[in-house]
């Protein structure tokens, strides 16, 4: 029997506004990038002995509160109770930066997949308008819009747009790829500052497509299209100009769920199976 | 009769992060001297012509949601209706960046005066204790702790601290300044992501006291000393050391009270009798 090796689970998050996205640039700073210099540090392995597989590979300037990818680490090397416990503190200390906080390190269940074996990824925006307390502390992770934004509306589009549908009018053209997501929540509070936050929850997102869904929201938030003008335009299953893709600042990777762990084997290979080739 | 000079009043707030501190200081960038630039271009004025006298000076690395300063023009200026209606977007703009945010802009009421008039200052600090949930996009403005704090016995200490005291022994000493401050509000409480903040507000503050306030209650809601002991060193009335003053960042002032407009003037006659060389 072939030796299995060993698959960490790790959680993090950051904050994207300096990174070029999680996935590796040539020449340009990346979430991913630098974790793996990080875990070849404080693992003493080469990098390219591990790779690390990501839960939701967020764009650049996109934050993550909670973040899930997985590594697995070579089949020789023997990672002892102690350095298992000691590695988010020295993960944390190799990373050199708090922009990436590391929250959490486990061995990974059996059939656990970072990507596949998620359930659902959810994501929150976060958009000053007019009616909301002005917070400069908070302009990293919010957009400010010159309008103000009617979020019964904005609701009213939530609704009308949840359940199993193909999303090609938001999304980022990708070879090969699907667009056939299931929506499973898009909804708008204000919270005590008066910002506007959506919460959109879906299986799984191409490209933009959240960026592009909030884009749709404010423009029938500013009265400019209808609910049923943004419907009907899903329908067309062409990517369109009618709203804008609002800016990735605005945009955090707030939670991906998974199944118990039982069933973490069983979910991958139906992701698998399902969307082999599409975006998260 | 002399001529009356046009006072405004001007409502901001900053991210503190990368100023020394709201003071204009040589070679050193500060939010005043931002402020005091910008003002200079939108009105067309020299910079010696006018000056700006602000509510809470903060320090470097303390933000403020809610600063309050006013600005004499000179007498010979004509801000006209539109001048002034346009000079909050036209400030931002020459501001340059979005880490000093520019909410009001008015003639000031008669007898006003941004720091004698003030009624009283109210802070907030952030700490991320071992309970909170680790939030990247929170790290400029909240400080992390490696140990659970006990919120209920910091409480006590908020309670035990309240009302007229000489405070001292929480200050940075200050030639010819008193240190008897009232304090009217010292409280705690844990955000939805288990964030502790503390509310302190007073008529007004010496300086570094409120970090020292918060040192003292992080070293009572870790076990380190007692409600007694911190209430015992007050009495000293000299600078100590049995707690850390703690860091900038994690402070930010939320509000300047003031009084109804017909008071504004009676109130700083009265301040400037009782504290006239006092710091706020």
């Known amino acids: 029997m072939a030796r299995v090796s060993t698959r960490l689970r790790i959680d993090c998050g950051y904050e994207g506004t300096q990174f070029f996205g999680w996935g590796i640039q040539p020449s340009h700073p990346s979430v991913q990038a630098s974790l793996e210099i990080a875990l070849g540090i404080v693992l003493r392995l080469d990098k390219k002995s591990f790779q690390t597989v990501v839960a939701g590979r967020t764009d650049a300037g996109v934050h993550a509160l909670a973040q899930v990818f997985h590594v697995d680490l070579p089949e020789d090397f023997h990672l002892s109770d102690a350095a298992l416990r000691a590695l988010p503190r020295r993960l944390q200390g190799a990373l050199g930066t708090d922009a990436i906080s590391v929250h959490h390190v486990a061995l990974a269940p059996p059939g656990f997949d970072a990507r596949f074996s998620a359930l659902s990824r959810t994501y929150e925006y976060r958009i000053a308008d007019l009616a909301a307390r002005k917070n400069p502390l908070h302009r990293k992770f919010s957009v400010v819009?010159?309008?103000?934004?009617?979020?019964?509306?904005?609701?009213?589009?939530?609704?009308?747009?949840?359940?199993?549908?193909?999303?090609?009018?938001?999304?980022?053209?990708?070879?090969?790829?699907?667009?056939?997501?299931?929506?499973?929540?898009?909804?708008?509070?204000?919270?005590?500052?008066?910002?506007?936050?959506?919460?959109?929850?879906?299986?799984?997102?191409?490209?933009?497509?959240?960026?592009?869904?909030?884009?749709?929201?404010?423009?029938?938030?500013?009265?400019?299209?209808?609910?049923?003008?943004?419907?009907?335009?899903?329908?067309?299953?062409?990517?369109?100009?009618?709203?804008?893709?609002?800016?990735?600042?605005?945009?955090?990777?707030?939670?991906?769920?998974?199944?118990?762990?039982?069933?973490?084997?069983?979910?991958?290979?139906?992701?698998?199976?399902?969307?082999?080739?599409?975006?998260?």
Chains 1, 2 share one sequence.
């Not at 819009?145 to 009213?156: A, G, I, V």
């Not at 589009?157 to 938001?170: E, Y």
């Not at 009265?223 to 009907?232: H, L, N, S, Y």
Request: aromatic letters at 6%.
């Open 145 to 280: 819009s010159p309008y103000r934004l009617d979020e019964q509306r904005m609701n009213e589009l939530g609704v009308a747009l949840l359940g199993l549908h193909d999303w090609a009018a938001f999304c980022r053209p990708r070879v090969a790829a699907t667009t056939i997501r299931k929506l499973q929540s898009f909804s708008w509070i204000r919270n005590a500052e008066g910002v506007l936050i959506a919460t959109v929850k879906a299986d799984a997102f191409c490209r933009s497509m959240v960026r592009s869904l909030v884009g749709s929201a404010v423009a029938v938030g500013r009265g400019k299209i209808t609910v049923d003008d943004v419907a009907r335009v899903r329908e067309q299953k062409a990517r369109v100009s009618q709203w804008p893709v609002m800016p990735a600042k605005g945009l955090t990777l707030v939670s991906i769920e998974y199944p118990p762990e039982a069933d973490m084997a069983q979910q991958a290979l139906d992701t698998r199976a399902r969307r082999t080739l599409t975006s998260d």
